[in-house]
């Protein structure tokens, strides 16, 4: 084969990119496309003499012609490719070579299904260039999307969730059990579709998809807050029979568990699932530490005075009434005037002054 000459060579450049109207590109998987480029960069980056100065300056301009007009059509500075070209490209060139489509199934191909994917999908909402859908739909099959109905992955997910009361996680080291690969594709399919940048054409089920697994996040929790919304679910309970909030002093382990939800998801954004979110929104009237437990003082000394009809007194060693009696000497120390107030109404019964 004779040796070409620069000026063929850039010829050869020029008429590519008029025939196509793009520069072309080093990751194509068109051959013919890959030795064009590999031709500039060649003079490109060797010393050149007059002949391939002159061959390397017209392919130049040849490219920044390109370039320009593209820029003002608004095409994608960097690429020179519309998009989804590319990838359009490679799926063509894979069927060429093996009469079908890429499998999820093999592991050396699960990458090129991806690409896949996300072309029938640029294509399903609008996304995808003239030139690519073209490409695209010149292959066999590769817009047909066989896909079991109602939703199969949103079905499976909802049915999880609801034998499991929480969310599947994604962190779960892959090649274990075959429930942890389950959980592992849920919460991963689940957070793709909740977190993809939005798009104005988006299809309607897109949107239902999007809905649905946003109820699912209200209503149960993620695995970091399963044990939250277990304790979540004992103060509810609680709060229900007792028809009280719990207090310091008499339910001790149950206002640490309320205090401990309260102060670590109110106010808070994300989701914990409806029980956290119930039992946070039941606590907004719950007390600090040291006024819930004047509050279980000052409960017990009206119990004292409703059957004794007296003040406890210091006189009687031991038991209840002797810790009332050394309570009530520091109980107006309260930092709060109502409780101050409360105690002085209790005490003024008894002829017993008390300062505000």
């Known amino acids: 084969m004779p040796r070409l000459t620069p000026d063929e060579r850039a010829a050869a450049y020029i008429a590519w990119i008029n025939r196509t109207g793009m520069v072309p590109s080093a990751v194509t998987p068109d051959e013919e496309?890959?030795?064009l480029h590999g031709i500039y960069l060649y003079l490109r980056r060797k010393d050149r003499n007059p002949a391939e100065a002159a061959a390397f300056a017209s392919m130049q301009?040849?490219?920044t012609e390109t370039y320009n007009r593209r820029r003002a059509e608004g095409a994608r500075r960097r690429g020179f490719k519309p998009k989804g070209l590319m990838s359009a490209r490679r799926i063509r060139a894979f069927y060429d070579r093996h009469g079908r489509l890429p499998l999820n199934r093999n592991v050396n191909e699960r990458d090129l299904y991806g690409v896949l994917r996300n072309l029938r999908h640029q294509r399903?909402?609008?996304e995808l260039s003239h030139e690519a859908l073209t490409v695209l739909e010149s292959i066999p099959g590769a817009t047909t999307v066989v896909r079991l109905p109602p939703l199969p992955e949103l079905e499976k997910l909802e049915?999880?969730?609801?034998?499991?009361?929480?969310?599947?996680?994604?962190?779960?080291?892959?090649?274990?059990?075959?429930?942890?690969?389950?959980?592992?594709?849920?919460?991963?399919w689940s957070y793709r579709h909740v977190n993809r940048r939005h798009n104005?054409?988006?299809?309607?089920?897109?949107?239902?998809?999007?809905?649905r697994i946003l109820a699912l996040r209200e209503k149960y929790p993620p695995q970091s807050a399963v044990k939250a919304s277990a304790e979540a679910r004992e103060v509810l309970e609680f709060i229900e029979s007792s028809g009280r909030l719990p207090n310091w002093r008499r339910d001790s382990l149950m206002y640490l568990k309320a205090s401990w939800i309260k102060g670590t998801f109110s106010g808070k954004p994300g989701h914990y699932g409806s029980d956290i979110a119930a039992c946070v929104s039941?606590?907004?009237g719950l007390p600090k530490a040291a006024e819930s437990r004047w509050d279980g003082w000052f409960e017990d000394l009206r119990k004292f005075i409703g059957k004794e009809g007296r003040l406890p007194e210091f006189e009687y060693t031991g038991g209840l009434e002797k810790k009332l009696a050394q309570w009530l000497e520091t109980a107006d120390e309260i930092q709060?005037?109502?409780?101050?107030?409360r105690l002085n109404e209790v005490l003024g019964q008894f002829g017993v002054p008390r300062a505000a």
């Open 159 to 188: 049915a999880w969730c609801a034998e499991h009361r929480r969310l599947p996680r994604m962190d779960i080291p892959r090649g274990t059990t075959e429930a942890d690969k389950l959980e592992v594709h849920l919460g991963c």
């Open 200 to 211: 104005p054409r988006e299809t309607a089920e897109t949107r239902m998809i999007r809905g």
């Open 61 to 63: 301009a040849a490219r």
């Open 33 to 35: 496309e890959r030795r």
């Open 124 to 126: 399903k909402v609008g």
């Open 336 to 341: 709060d005037a109502g409780r101050v107030q």
């Open 282 to 284: 039941a606590l907004e």
